[in-house]
């Protein structure tokens, strides 16, 4: 009775250790007597018992390995050091389980071997200057190389490059002198603008003074013109006045029925006042004249009668 329970616990184990479930992103590979059965993906699936056995179990996402730094020397004879990331994902189970004993091993060895070929054709400063080109060419030689493992390298980067101290040393001298030269550019080009902006604000300075003084000198003129004109206008107005006068002068002694004698004897007092002391030399018509001549006997007439 008790060996009955026993080999029925026994069939259950064995019947439990049949029944797998393969979760995802994941491939078992079965092996059958030793020999390669077939490759189960997700699902529950049921193997033989005692004939069959997983052999592996093989993970499908991407996956990422760190390499530690590897020693490489550049064209021109500088050691440096070097650390990879590799990044890569199983393809083909199978090939992953029987194509390389140890996969990540030979991808270490693949990546340091490679990273030497590609150094080895560069100088140092192609080596700083050139990380995208050398990722693309480590990329394309593991991919190739590790077809046939059942595995694709998606990508390979360059984690650190570490030259010499020597060389460290030298690298931060030059950065350092390089910034010291860009400090003196920026130095310069800022005096360059600041006095070109101070030139170019004294040139709008003296055009604006030229322009205030051209305005100013035009205004002047204006103003002296305006000034010169009233004047004339004021001494055309006493003209008129004067003319207006001497006109009304002469109307009011024709209204008054002055003869002629009087008309001539006004004319004479005209001279006169032309005259005042002004010019030595009068020519005067000879009608005035002759009323001039009339008025002088007229006058000795009166003072001898007045002697008398």
């Given at each position: 009775?008790i060996?009955?329970?026993?080999l029925?616990i026994?069939?259950l ?22 020999a ?6 997700v699902g529950f699936h049921?193997?033989?018992p005692?004939?069959?056995?997983v052999?592996?179990?093989v ?6 390995v760190d ?7 550049t064209?021109?004879?500088v050691?440096?050091r070097?650390d ?8 083909d ?15 270490e060895?693949l990546?340091a071997?490679?990273l030497r070929?590609?150094?080895g054709?560069?100088e140092l400063?192609?080596?700083l ?10 990329r ?9 493992w059942g595995?694709?390298v998606?990508?390979?980067e360059?984690?650190?490059?570490i030259?010499?101290?020597a ?9 350092k002198?390089?910034?010291?030269r ?7 080009e ?18 604006l003074?030229?322009?205030a ?13 305006e000034a010169k ?19 009304d002068?002469?109307?009011?002694i024709?209204?008054?029925g002055?003869d ?14 032309a005259?005042?002391g002004?010019s ?6 000879s ?22």
């Amino acid at each position: 009775m008790i060996l009955g329970i026993v080999l029925i616990i026994i069939l259950l184990l064995i019947l439990a250790s049949c029944l797998k479930i393969v979760p995802q992103a994941h491939a078992y590979v079965i092996e059958r007597l030793g020999a390669y059965q077939g490759t189960w993906s997700v699902g529950f699936h049921i193997k033989m018992p005692i004939i069959d056995k997983v052999a592996k179990k093989v993970i499908l996402k991407e996956q990422v390995v760190d390499f530690a730094p590897q020693p490489v020397i550049t064209k021109d004879n500088v050691t440096m050091r070097i650390d990879t990331v590799v990044f890569y994902q199983i393809t083909d189970p199978k090939l992953y389980c029987y194509g390389v004993q140890n996969p990540i091993m030979a991808i270490e060895n693949l990546t340091a071997t490679t990273l030497r070929n590609i150094i080895g054709d560069l100088e140092l400063d192609e080596t700083l200057t050139s990380r995208e080109i050398i990722n693309a060419k480590m990329r394309s030689t593991l991919d190739e190389a590790t077809d046939p493992w059942g595995i694709k390298v998606n990508r390979v980067e360059l984690k650190n490059i570490i030259p010499p101290s020597a060389i460290q040393d030298a690298m931060e001298k030059q950065m350092k002198a390089e910034r010291e030269r860009r400090e003196s550019i920026l130095i310069a080009e800022g005096e360059k603008r600041s006095a070109i902006l101070k030139a170019e604000g004294h040139k709008e300075s003296v055009i604006l003074q030229a322009e205030a003084d051209k305005q100013s000198a035009i205004l002047h003129a204006e103003a002296v013109k305006e000034a010169k004109i009233r004047e004339a206008e004021g001494e055309a107005q006493a003209i008129l006045k004067i003319q207006q006068a001497n006109a009304d002068g002469i109307k009011f002694i024709r209204e008054a029925g002055a003869d002629s004698a009087v008309l001539q004897l006004k004319s004479l007092e005209a001279f006169a006042k032309a005259a005042d002391g002004k010019s030595t030399k009068i020519i005067i018509p000879s009608d005035i004249q002759g009323i001039a001549g009339l008025a002088t006997s007229i006058a000795e007439v009166v003072k001898e009668a007045d002697t008398k």
